[in-house]
């Protein structure tokens, strides 16, 4: 990418290349390969900090002495530090010389992707005017952001949750420019805890790009920031494969796969739970679990991808045990009715509503009620739990 950018600005003549200033050490490798590049032909790098609500310079700490604790971050700034208001977007902008090559861009087809079918699940188109869309559409058009607090929880359809993540992770779309709606939303129609509730997910962002900086790489070691000695987890690519490719036996958790395999997303109950499974029911290395999501999310960035894997694995800056996850209770209270499991999983359409998240724990007369042979028609689990009966 930054050989194209730079062969780009090139070719232009241009005077500067701006981009958001990233956190990650490989990131910000990649953006200072591309300054030095820059700067042999005369050029500049200009960084700003788009992809954070607050300014750092705002902050009351310095990067080095931010809290450990969300909560602790979370109560020295969300009353006592401004959002800074988002500059207004250019009245016009110079046009690109046409004489530039723009060649083909190739289709997922032509890359051996099928198209997708499926009509229940979210599908993104790129760049800030889909970004703005659906910004608009989430709150001025459907409401949804006045109920985000009780549907956040959900997992399949497109309206349970706003939607922004990807445009966040890819930069189409400022934090600040999210929560300058949301207050307009708040001032204009309707404040409440959902309101808040998605401004409070803004937090969690800052609070995992604040970390990742003040503790670099150690969030993407095997005992990350605690730096105690971490469990042996296994690194055998048979059983991760099993979690991998949706075949683990579980419903909650091959559901959520297929969906991640099939789109590159998933809900954020989703989330917590397949990583949970992974680390804590199959002993498999967090690291494993979180390089896979980093290929595989279109909404993946480092800080907070593997911020959370820091904490479902227990060697985060809060690395207390207990990020254990009943997938089965989980499943019959997040998907009641079991329509996202039917919808991932149709060859257990004959186990109606949330019965089909008590499979791996299903007597043999179950079984035998719904003529289901584990092995052949669905994979036995891979681990069972008798605290999920």
């Given at each position: ?122 599908r993104f188109h790129g760049g ?44 189409c779309i400022s934090p600040k ?168 999983l149709p060859e257990l359409d ?40």
């Amino acid at each position: 990418t930054e050989d194209i950018i730079f062969d780009i600005s090139t070719q232009l003549k241009a005077s500067w290349v701006f981009c958001n200033r990233e956190r990650t050490s490989e990131e910000v490798a990649v953006q200072d390969a591309l300054e030095q590049k820059l700067w042999t032909q005369g050029m500049e790098m200009r960084y700003s900090r788009g992809k954070m609500l607050y300014y750092t310079s705002d902050l009351p700490f310095p990067i080095t002495h931010t809290p450990d604790t969300f909560t602790s971050f979370r109560k020295e700034v969300e009353k006592y530090v401004p959002v800074r208001v988002p500059l207004p977007s250019p009245i016009s902008l110079a046009t690109i010389d046409k004489s530039i090559e723009t060649g083909d861009i190739p289709s997922l087809l032509d890359f051996g992707f099928e198209e997708i079918t499926a009509t229940g699940t979210p599908r993104f188109h790129g760049g800030e005017t889909a970004a703005l869309a659906q910004l608009e559409y989430y709150l001025w058009k459907s409401d949804n952001v006045a109920r985000y607090k009780k549907t956040r929880n959900e997992m399949l359809g497109w309206d349970y949750s706003s939607k922004l993540s990807p445009y966040l992770a890819q930069g189409c779309i400022s934090p600040k420019t999210i929560y300058d709606e949301i207050k307009k939303y708040e001032s204009q129609r309707t404040k409440n805890d959902s309101t808040y509730w998605l401004i409070f997910e803004l937090l969690w962002r800052d609070y995992f790009r604040l970390i990742a900086k003040k503790y670099g790489d150690k969030i993407f070691v095997s005992n990350g920031i605690s730096e105690e000695e971490a469990p042996e987890w296994s690194t055998d690519r048979t059983l991760f494969n099993i979690w991998a490719q949706a075949r683990t036996g579980v419903p909650m958790i091959d559901a959520n796969m297929r969906e991640l395999n099939t789109t590159g997303f998933m809900s954020n109950r989703g989330r917590q739970n397949v990583a949970s499974f992974l680390v804590n029911d199959m002993k498999v290395h967090w690291l494993l679990g979180a390089e896979y999501f980093e290929s595989m999310l279109i909404d993946y960035d480092p800080c907070s991808n593997y911020g959370n894997w820091n904490y479902i694995a227990g060697v985060g800056v809060d690395p207390r045990p207990g990020r254990w996850f009943n997938v089965v209770h989980q499943g019959k209270r997040y998907d009641s009715k079991g329509e996202h499991a039917h919808y991932w999983l149709p060859e257990l359409d004959v186990i109606s509503g949330s019965k089909v998240h008590d499979l791996p724990i299903m007597s043999k007369a179950d079984m035998e009620e719904y003529n289901i042979i584990l092995g052949k028609d669905y994979p036995k689990a891979v681990v069972t739990d008798r605290r999920w009966g």
